[in-house]
């Protein structure tokens, strides 16, 4: 007998709950859970959450707890360039903390979560969820398959180019008003660099729900 090995991922929008992701060994995208920190992985219940947020505001900015450095980080940019040229926001600004200084709100979500873990006996799914969402009145939990894995990877790398000089910028912005371009600077208060990374500049996404519904069509489920 081997213990059970889930993974979580949170998300948080200010104000309101935070979302942790719990995905069972027999749940990931690919063998072993070797995706579940891929960009297949991460931008389906990042696009899950945004999909099914209340009133989704027509500019958000987002945190991320990781470095620049990741390779996952040229499709969700990606992603979010797609969102604003499909009129899902108008504005999104996508910040990444500073190596060394990667505290955030999901943080505290998962130290909550931790310290009743270690007073609490767990042998399903069912009863960590159930740990989860008692920790704490922020913490909810969601369980596989709420949500689907998509093949976003394929998608967006056939749409969009990575970022040239990624490492170096902390800060990006994303506007409707700049189809498939990206505004990054290397620090908040630094100056902008405007970058078009659309391959292809007859690629404009009009209609929201045609966008979506393509999308879903055309994208593939990785794990029956």
């Known amino acids: 007998m081997t213990l059970r090995e889930v993974q979580i991922f949170g998300f ?127 913490n909810a939990a969601v369980r596989y398959p709420a949500w689907c894995w998509r093949n976003w990877k394929s998608f967006l790398g056939e749409h969009y180019n990575a970022l040239p000089g990624m490492r170096k910028y902390q800060y990006f912005r994303m506007s409707s008003a700049y189809p498939g371009v990206v505004m990054a600077k290397t620090c908040s208060d630094g100056e902008e660099t405007s970058l078009c990374l659309l391959k292809n500049p007859g690629f404009l996404c009009t209609n929201s729900a045609a966008a979506r519904s393509w999308i879903i069509c055309s994208t593939v489920r990785l794990l029956a």
């Not at 696009?47 to 099914?52: F, G, M, Q, S, Y």
């Not at 980080?73 to 999104?92: A, K, P």
């Open 12 to 138: 948080r929008k200010s104000g309101d709950k935070q979302l942790n992701f719990l995905i069972n060994e027999n749940e990931t995208p690919g063998k072993d859970g070797k995706m579940t920190h891929g960009p297949n992985a991460v931008l389906s219940m990042i696009d899950w959450a945004l999909e099914t947020t209340a009133n989704p505001s027509r500019l958000f900015i987002i945190h991320a707890d990781n470095c620049p450095g990741q390779n996952k980080n040229r499709y969700v940019i990606g992603y979010f360039l797609w969102r604003v040229m499909t009129s899902q926001q108008d504005t999104i600004e996508f910040l990444m903390q500073i190596p060394g200084h990667a505290r955030c709100h999901v943080d505290s979500g998962f130290a909550c979560v931790k310290k009743a873990y270690r007073r609490s006996d767990i042998d399903t799914m069912d009863e960590l969820a159930a740990v989860v969402d008692g920790s704490s009145s922020t």
